[in-house]
């Protein structure tokens, strides 16, 4: 999940955001980040109010659960279910209203700040399955690049305890400190650099390292197709592209030659990820990176992804 300069991007699954000062120097054509939060009120009511999210959510879930059972039936050993966290089963959505109405994007302080509030409500859903996976000869792992502390220097993995007290608070069973996988566990040197991808932890989840017994996951379950694979493509034609060439994983998992590949399933979300910094391209305005882009070049460029129709 992205973190772009405004409200879209309030989950902490991917890239880092700009500082305030910056979020806040733009106005180009009349429009700032306030303008920018104001076009995902509806998106906002949508998860908040309507019907046809929960059917969604309920759906997905429901898909999720006939993929276990389908596992158990093949006799598949140790089956994994690995599930994303903010927006697949925590819902964050009162923290992005709260930036309707202001000036104010994706700050990494207020993000944890509402994570120590331990006040995210549970995805529809999301309980009965992970419940019914971990008392039925499942394991269900939570992944995701929520960070651990509050500050490198913090004494304590303060976010991590919220995290888990918040899972523990809505009913999630089977949560603890070898479930719960944030960034920054399980990462490796890549050229030099500490890389804290997702595919670390899956992999440890397979191998034995997340909590000493080897898994076969069987589902990745999320809202960002980069839940699934990190390698997905930036752009939204390489995203929809992909979607197609794997469209049969969506739903069911696959064996070939006796190797499980996961499904995949989706749960929506409207609100921010991968998909809105995919419809930019930063080099049309001599950027290199959507986040270098103000709100108005964003907006330009949300205007013209769009396909319409103008009647006569």
């Given at each position: 999940?992205s ?6 991007f309030?989950?902490p ?6 500082l305030?000062?910056q ?6 054509g009349g429009?700032g980040n306030?303008?920018l ?7 906002v ?5 309507s019907?046809?999210y ?5 759906q997905?879930?429901n898909?999720?659960k006939l ?5 158990k039936?093949k006799n598949?050993t140790c089956?994994a279910?690995?599930v994303?966290i903010?927006?697949?089963v925590l ?6 209203a ?6 104010n994007?994706?700050e990494i302080?207020t993000w944890?700040q ?12 999301a309980v ?5 996976v971990n008392?039925?000869?499942g ?10 502390k509050?500050?490198?220097?913090a004494?304590?993995n303060d ?5 888990i007290?918040?899972l523990k608070?809505?009913?999630f069973t ?8 944030l960034k920054?566990?399980?990462?490796k040197?890549?050229d030099?650099k500490e890389n804290?991808?997702?595919q670390?932890?899956v992999e440890a ?6 909590d000493?017994k080897r898994y076969t996951v ?11 694979d990190?390698?997905?493509g930036?752009?939204?034609?390489q995203?929809?592209d992909?979607v197609?060439?794997n ?8 064996i070939?030659?006796g190797?499980?590949?996961p499904?995949y399933i ?9 998909w809105?910094?995919?419809i930019y391209?930063p080099?049309?305005f001599k950027?290199q ?5 103000t709100?108005?070049?964003r907006?330009?460029q949300r205007?013209e992804?769009?396909?319409q129709?103008?009647?006569?």
């Amino acid at each position: 999940m992205s973190k772009l300069s405004t409200k879209f991007f309030a989950a902490p699954a991917l890239l880092p955001v700009l500082l305030l000062s910056q979020l806040q120097q733009d106005t180009q054509g009349g429009i700032g980040n306030q303008q920018l939060n104001e076009q995902s009120m509806l998106a906002v009511n949508w998860v908040q109010q309507s019907g046809e999210y929960r059917a969604l959510t309920y759906q997905a879930f429901n898909i999720a659960k006939l993929t276990f059972d389908t596992a158990k039936s093949k006799n598949i050993t140790c089956p994994a279910i690995i599930v994303d966290i903010d927006e697949t089963v925590l819902d964050n959505s009162p923290y992005q209203a709260g930036l309707l109405d202001t000036n104010n994007g994706f700050e990494i302080i207020t993000w944890n700040q509402w994570i120590k509030e331990e006040k995210a409500k549970a995805v529809p859903g999301a309980v009965e399955f992970v419940n019914y996976v971990n008392k039925n000869g499942g394991k269900v792992f939570f992944i995701s690049n929520r960070d651990e502390k509050s500050a490198k220097d913090a004494k304590s993995n303060d976010l991590e305890i919220a995290t888990i007290n918040n899972l523990k608070s809505v009913g999630f069973t089977g949560v603890n400190g070898q479930t719960v996988l944030l960034k920054g566990e399980f990462t490796k040197k890549i050229d030099g650099k500490e890389n804290t991808s997702k595919q670390w932890r899956v992999e440890a989840v397979k191998n034995g390292n997340a909590d000493g017994k080897r898994y076969t996951v069987i589902a990745l379950i999320g809202d960002n197709l980069n839940d699934f694979d990190e390698t997905i493509g930036k752009n939204n034609q390489q995203r929809r592209d992909h979607v197609d060439k794997n469209r049969s994983f969506y739903g069911m998992f696959n064996i070939t030659k006796g190797i499980v590949k996961p499904a995949y399933i989706a749960i929506p979300n409207p609100m921010y990820g991968n998909w809105e910094t995919g419809i930019y391209n930063p080099l049309i305005f001599k950027k290199q990176s959507p986040f270098d882009m103000t709100p108005g070049e964003r907006n330009q460029q949300r205007r013209e992804s769009l396909n319409q129709w103008f009647g006569k």
